[in-house]
Structure formats: structure tokens, C-alpha cells
């Protein structure tokens, strides 16, 4: 799959349910209305998605939401997309979580074929971890992300800047990352969805994180690559790299070579624009022919945008209306 650009369509996100056990107030308001479940994809329709994707190209999968792990019996999924690594056309399945729920599924994701994922964690406060996510256990989250460890998982950790919220904790968490080998990218917050409170307050430009960094540690910048939006600095007292993904700062849209699924079958072809297309229609139409489906999935890709036009609103407007939680990180 080529878009109008040139870009080559090789990875597919996709978020697997809206809903999630925690509340994290950059991400989601208090109170949220989550989708009705007749409205989702079931499992075996989004197997059956990730495959028509995969024949038309995708090589790498990444799983998300809301939190994918509290999706009921999502295993069913992984197991079905696993079988597609090892020779039948992807290379990588992964996923992104707030790890509450690894400790219990982070051997039989490791035995589905993935190798690494990534850890949402905003700070290693137990108290502050509570107030940011309004709800969540910070000791749990320690057990899942030392369950994925040892199940030999590759862990990388997010964490999303937050002014006055836990800008006083990079240098701890850039040494608790090197102690334990974990890689560690720094996220800007993207004006996405109506929180229920302002966002100008708590945006932290990266180049300012990175500046402040600076004076604690050696920073190098690193040519390293994953295909995705972050650029990397190496640090010489850690061994380790950080990333940085900057969408308001940078323009990183050149090399975009991902779409997004959402789990109504809704295909997003950029996380910021609204444009979208309808995989849900004919996949239920055509129970048992790919044809339509993929006629929807190239018309789609030949719209792809150039890029987004992400901003944070001075009335505190979200740019883009939907909330992460609906396209997955
Ligand atoms: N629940 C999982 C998790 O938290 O890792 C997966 C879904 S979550 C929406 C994916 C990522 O999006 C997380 O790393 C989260 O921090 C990030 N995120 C959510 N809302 C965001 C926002 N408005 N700006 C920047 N990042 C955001
Ligand atoms: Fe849930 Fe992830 Fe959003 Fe936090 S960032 S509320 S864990 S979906």
C-alpha cells in the first residue's frame, strides 16, 4: 500500500475497546460514555481486519485501546494474530498498556509471539500515579511490568510531560530505566477529546524537557530509528536511549507509514485529522468475501493526508474532538 505522498503503509494500530479500568485525566474526563458493544468489532472481524491489512502489506500490528487487556478473553485475538508471525507476513505484533493487567497475562503474551511492548507510566509516585489516573494501583502496575520482564518481554516505558504534574520527576525516571535496562520516550500531550479541564496549563514543550535533561545528564543524538514519530538522544551515564515524540513541535508526518483502527472499524489514516472510512460496513456485508473490504482499504489510503494540524487551543478547545482512547496511542 503506497499513499499520494509515497509513504509505504506497513503498520497498523488498533485499538481493540474505548473502555478502560483507569481514568487518566489528560486522556479521558471522569465521567466517559463508552460505546455500546453491538457497535464493536467483535474478535474474529478484527482478526479478520489485521489479516486483510497484513495481505495488502502491513508488517507490524500493534495492539491498543483503551486498554486492550481489559477487552474480554482478548488472548482469543492475540493467539489469532500471533499465527501470522513466523512466515505469514508479519514481522512484529506488540501492544500498548498501563500494565494493570500484565501480571496475569504477560506469559501468554509472550508465548502468542510478542516480544516487546510499551508501559503508559506518567510517574513513580504510588500517590501521584493515583491522582493522574484517578483511580489506578501503583503497585500493581510494578508487578505487571516486572511480570512482562520476566517473561522476557522487551519493555518501554511513556511517559507523557506534564507541567506542575510531574516535570520534577524525569531525572528519576531516566535513572529507575537505566537501572532496569528499559528504553524511556517522553510524550507532548495532544489536544484530543474533551478532558473536562484545560490542557495550555499541564503542556510541556519536549524541547524545554530535553534542555532540562541536559543539565543532569551527557545527551548524544542518536540516529536510531523505529519507523515511528520519536527522535532519540543516547545518555552516556545510563547506556540507554530516551525518545522524544514531539506532534506539536515537530512535524514528523514525512515518514508516516501507519494507519488506525478503531474498534468499530473505523479507519483513521491520521491521528490528527478527522477524516475517516468505514471497515465496519463491508466487513459485515460481505461475511465471506475480502473483496469490498479491501476496495475500502485502498480507497482509503489513496486519501491519507499529508499531514496533521495539530495546536492547542487558547479556549482550551481540543483540536481534535475524538479522545485518544477511541484511536489508541
Ligand atoms: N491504555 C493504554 C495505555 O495507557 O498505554 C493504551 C491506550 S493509551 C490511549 C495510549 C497512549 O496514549 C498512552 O501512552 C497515553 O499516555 C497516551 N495518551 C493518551 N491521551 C493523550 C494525550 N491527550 N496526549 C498525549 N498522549 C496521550
Ligand atoms: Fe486508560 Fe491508557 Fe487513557 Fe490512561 S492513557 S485512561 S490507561 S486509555
Redesign the pocket.
Known amino acids: 500500500m503506497i499513499d499520494p505522498f509515497g509513504r509505504h503503509i506497513t503498520y497498523l494500530r488498533v485499538s481493540v475497546t474505548d473502555r ?1 479500568d483507569l481514568r ?1 485525566q ?2 479521558m474526563a471522569e465521567e466517559m460514555t463508552f460505546l455500546p458493544k453491538r457497535d464493536l468489532l467483535t474478535l474474529e472481524e478484527l482478526d479478520r481486519v489485521c489479516r486483510a491489512f497484513v495481505a495488502k502489506g502491513v508488517r507490524k500490528l500493534r495492539i ?5 487487556l481489559v477487552r474480554k478473553d482478548i488472548m482469543v485475538l492475540f493467539r489469532r494474530l500471533g499465527r501470522m508471525l513466523d512466515g505469514g507476513g508479519l514481522d512484529e505484533l506488540t501492544l ?3 500494565a494493570t493487567q500484565l501480571a496475569r497475562f504477560a506469559p501468554e503474551l509472550a508465548a502468542c509471539g510478542v516480544r516487546r511492548l ?3 507510566l506518567d510517574t513513580l509516585d504510588p500517590e501521584r500515579f493515583r491522582a493522574i489516573t484517578r483511580r489506578g494501583d501503583f503497585d500493581r502496575v510494578m508487578e505487571g511490568i516486572a511480570a512482562a520482564r520476566a517473561a522476557g518481554l522487551h519493555v518501554k516505558i ?1 511517559t ?1 510531560a506534564l507541567r506542575g504534574i510531574n516535570d520534577d520527576e524525569y531525572d528519576r525516571l531516566i535513572a529507575w530505566c537505566g537501572e532496569r535496562g528499559l528504553d524511556l520516550c517522553f ?4 489536544p ?1 477529546g474533551d478532558i473536562g479541564a484545560g490542557r495550555v496549563d499541564h503542556y510541556l514543550p519536549l524541547s524545554v524537557v530535553r534542555e532540562r535533561l541536559a543539565e543532569t545528564w551527557t545527551l548524544r543524538d542518536s540516529t536510531h530509528r523505529t519507523g515511528g514519530p520519536a527522535r532519540y538522544v543516547e545518555v552516556a551515564e545510563t547506556g540507554r536511549r530516551i525518545g522524544f515524540i514531539t506532534p506539536l513541535t515537530h512535524n514528523f508526518c514525512e515518514g508516516c507509514n501507519r494507519v488506525r483502527l478503531t474498534c468499530t472499524g473505523t479507519l483513521y489514516m491520521c491521528l490528527g485529522q478527522e477524516d475517516a472510512a468505514d471497515l465496519r460496513a463491508p466487513l459485515r456485508a460481505f461475511p465471506n468475501d475480502d473483496g469490498p473490504l479491501s476496495e475500502a482499504i485502498d480507497a482509503a489510503i489513496a486519501r491519507k493526508p499529508k499531514g496533521h494540524d495539530f495546536a492547542i487551543d487558547r479556549d482550551n478547545r481540543p483540536a481534535i474532538a475524538r479522545h ?2 477511541v484511536t ?2
Open positions: 478502560c487518566c489528560y486522556c491498543t485501546g483503551g486498554e486492550p500498548t498498556t498501563n510499551n508501559v503508559s511513556n507523557v510524550i507532548e500531550t495532544m484530543m485518544m482512547s489508541g496511542g
